[in-house]
């Protein structure tokens, strides 16, 4: 594999290419199954139940991708898992770093498409930027993601894979604790809506909660959606982990540009979701993603109203200021625009932090993810 080595001190955007590693063979990729399904499918394959144990230890808490390297199976056993089975990550096609800090890969999957993954660090976490979908089917008016057709969903493997590739970047195996993880939260903030992909999203992230594996607590897990409303309840059903909505109006008129999904699910009822959610009713707060976009949702009123609409529930605001893409047909409100809303929200009751822009050299930043892959010409992608 020829990868360039890069200097921890060098600055600026960086590329590193690999090239892409075809498989023509049919073994089944382990990863991704559920704790039941990798136990069923080694069970018919001939292997004892509880080596599902171990090799899930090793697949998630050593993170190993040879099976030769699992040292408490016997060679033989090793041997019949390498002749039947893979243990497979999405392929980096190019890996960039930004003068911040910023890591954002583009992985390849299978079949040749491509989606994008970031980690964003900060002092105290690294918060991985998780893809669920190969493009997008919202059309968020404010969002590059939004302007590529929804290709795909994601399966498990390739929604887990990616915070394994970003280990395998960080050199973080075997899993470390909590306190020393540069990696230490998920975020399902990356290309697509997850409540459009619920059930595979669900098993990649039960993989990642489970504490004999990846082992992260719901707590640093953070899904955020655009708004499938009849999906909310699900969520903190199946995982209840934080929730975080793309709210970026106080009104429907202006939501129904920016967020289409809004004409079908308005704010009303979206908040409605929110106040429900397990989480609004104990110390996690939801977070409410807000845009700030010169002249369109920046205005005092705008700041005014949002406290209104949020003060009944557990909320926080996170202020992001617009990230430029080409031919975006928005502006970032100004400097002191941004903190002047910020005032009004806080002095309203709500933490409302303005998010700092990173990754904005490469092209990382909130709402800037992209990939080139595309439809085939007549295929339907069932939701």
């Known amino acids: 594999m020829s990868v360039l080595t890069p200097d921890p001190l060098q600055r600026g955007p960086l590329q590193i290419v690999e090239p892409l590693r075809g498989r023509n063979d049919l073994r089944r990729n382990l990863v991704g ?3 039941e399904e990798l136990k069923a499918t080694l069970v018919e394959a001939g292997l004892e139940p509880f080596r ?7 697949i998630y808490w050593h993170g190993v991708t040879d099976f030769g390297r699992m040292t408490n199976i016997a060679r033989k056993t090793r041997d019949r898992l390498a002749e039947l089975f893979v243990i497979e990550r999405p392929q980096i096609v190019t890996e960039q770093r930004s003068v911040d800090g910023t ?7 299978p079949d040749g498409n491509e989606a994008e993954t970031v980690n964003i660090p900060e002092e105290d976490r690294g918060s991985v930027c998780v893809s669920s979908q190969v493009g997008c089917t919202l059309s968020c008016s404010f969002c590059h993601t939004g302007t590529q057709a929804l290709v795909r969903n994601l399966e498990p493997d390739e929604i887990v894979g990616q915070f394994m590739v970003a280990r395998d970047s960080y050199g973080e195996w075997p899993t470390p604790t909590e306190t020393t993880r540069m990696l230490s939260n998920i975020v399902m903030m990356g290309m697509g809506e997850p409540l459009y992909n619920f059930d595979n999203v669900a098993t990649a992230l039960k993989i990642a909660m489970d ?3 990846i ?3 719901r707590r640093r897990i953070t899904l955020s959606t655009s708004g499938v409303v009849p999906m909310i309840p699900k969520v903190g059903e199946v995982l209840d982990v934080n929730l975080a909505v793309s709210l970026h109006a106080v009104n429907d008129d202006i939501r129904d540009t920016l967020v289409p999904i809004n004409k079908k699910w308005p704010i009303e009822e979206l908040l409605a979701a929110c106040a429900a959610y397990p989480g609004a009713r104990n110390s996690r707060r939801i977070t409410f993603e807000y845009a700030m976009l010169k002249g369109v949702n920046d205005s005092d009123a705008d700041a005014r109203e ?3 609409i949020l003060k009944p529930i557990h909320a926080k605001v996170n202020l992001i200021p617009f990230n430029p893409w080409p031919g975006a047909p928005y502006e970032c409100s100004s400097n ?3 903190h002047r809303f910020a005032e009004i929200v806080n002095d309203g009751g709500l933490s409302a932090p303005v998010r700092t822009p990173r990754g904005r050299d490469i092209a990382a930043a909130c709402g800037q993810l992209k990939s080139e892959s595309v439809r085939a010409k007549g295929e339907r992608v069932r939701l």
């Open 33 to 35: 199954l559920s704790r």
């Open 52 to 58: 599902a144990r171990q090799v899930w230890q090793w």
């Open 103 to 109: 890591r954002k890969w583009l992985l390849r999957f």
């Open 211 to 213: 504490e004999q594996g």
């Open 215 to 217: 082992a992260l607590s």
């Open 306 to 308: 949002l406290v209104r």
């Open 336 to 338: 002191n625009r941004i």
